[in-house]
C-alpha cells in the first residue's frame, strides 16, 4: 500500500506493559523526562505531528519542543467535523512556529471554516464521508511538501494507518505500569485483523533500555 506518494510516517507512542496508551478516565501521563527528551529530539527530524482529534479533547496539547532550539513543523489534527475548540492550545499556542492545520470533511459548512481560519489554521478538506480520507489527506500532505510526519495517536487515528498499512516506522516506550480495563486506550483501536498473516509486520532494529523504562524502535517488513 506504500506505492502512493505520501510522507515518511513515524508512529510514536508510550504505553503501558498491557499496550495501553492512556486510562479509561483519559489520563496518559507514560513518559518521563528521559522518554520525553527523546520524543522531542524525534520531534526536530520531521516536518509535521499529527494527532487525532480525540488527543486534542483529552489533552490538550500544545505539541510543541522543550530541550531543543528548532525551525519549527506543521501541527495537523484529523477532525471530520471540526470540532476542536477554537481556544485549544494547537491553535492558540505560537502558531507562528508551529502553524497548525487541520484535516476536515468537505461536509464542513464554510462559514464554521472561516472561523478556524481566522485563528490562522489552514484547513484540508479531504473527502465527503463521514470520517476525514486518510489517503487523500497524506496526498495533499506530501503535495504541500510535508514529506515526514510524526503520527502521535491516539488510538483510533493508529489503526487507520495501520488497516491500510502506512507505518515506516514506530518508536514505543514501554512504560512500567499495567492499568487494565477494557475501557482504557489501546496503542490500536479499531477492528483488528482477524488473522496475523494480513497484520501489518515490523522488523525490530533497536533496543533501548533505561531504568524501569523500555523503548522499541521497528521499521516495516517489506
Ligand atoms: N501514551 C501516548 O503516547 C498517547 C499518545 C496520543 C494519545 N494518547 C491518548 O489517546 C487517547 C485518545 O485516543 P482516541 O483513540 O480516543 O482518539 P484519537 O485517535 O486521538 O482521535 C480519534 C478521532 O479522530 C477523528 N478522525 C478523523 N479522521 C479520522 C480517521 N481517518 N481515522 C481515525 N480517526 C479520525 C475521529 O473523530 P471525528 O470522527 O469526530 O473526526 C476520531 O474519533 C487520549 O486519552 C490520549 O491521552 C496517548
Not at 500544545?62 to 519549527?72: A, P, Q, T
Request: proline letters at 3%; charged letters at 25%.
Amino acid at each position: 500500500m506504500k506505492e502512493i506518494n505520501i510522507p515518511y510516517i513515524i508512529l510514536s507512542a508510550a504505553m503501558t506493559i498491557d499496550g495501553k496508551i492512556a486510562t479509561k478516565k483519559g489520563d496518559s501521563e507514560l513518559s518521563n523526562k528521559a522518554d520525553w527528551k527523546e520524543v522531542h529530539k524525534l520531534r526536530t527530524e520531521v516536518d509535521a505531528i499529527m494527532v487525532g482529534k480525540g488527543t486534542i479533547l483529552k489533552d490538550n496539547p500544545k505539541l510543541h519542543i522543550k530541550y531543543y532550539n528548532h525551525r519549527g513543523y506543521y501541527r495537523i489534527v484529523l477532525d471530520s467535523h471540526l470540532t476542536i475548540p477554537l481556544d485549544s492550545n494547537v491553535i492558540s499556542f505560537r502558531q507562528e512556529i508551529y502553524p497548525t492545520i487541520i484535516c476536515t470533511t468537505e461536509n464542513v459548512p464554510l462559514n464554521k471554516l472561516k472561523k478556524y481560519e481566522d485563528k490562522g489554521v489552514k484547513i484540508i478538506q479531504a473527502g465527503d464521508g463521514k470520517r476525514v480520507n486518510l489517503i487523500k489527506t497524506l496526498t495533499i500532505l506530501k503535495d504541500f511538501g510535508i514529506n515526514s510526519i510524526l503520527l502521535e495517536g491516539g488510538g483510533n487515528l493508529n489503526w487507520s494507518f495501520i488497516e491500510y498499512n502506512l507505518i515506516d516506522e514506530i518508536r514505543l516506550t514501554i512504560a512500567p505500569w499495567i492499568v487494565g480495563g477494557k475501557e482504557a486506550t489501546s496503542l490500536v483501536e479499531g477492528i483488528g485483523f482477524e488473522k496475523i498473516s494480513t497484520a501489518p509486520k515490523f522488523e525490530l532494529f533497536d533496543v533501548k533500555v533505561r531504568i524501569y523504562y523500555i523503548t522499541l524502535r521497528y521499521k516495516r517488513k517489506q
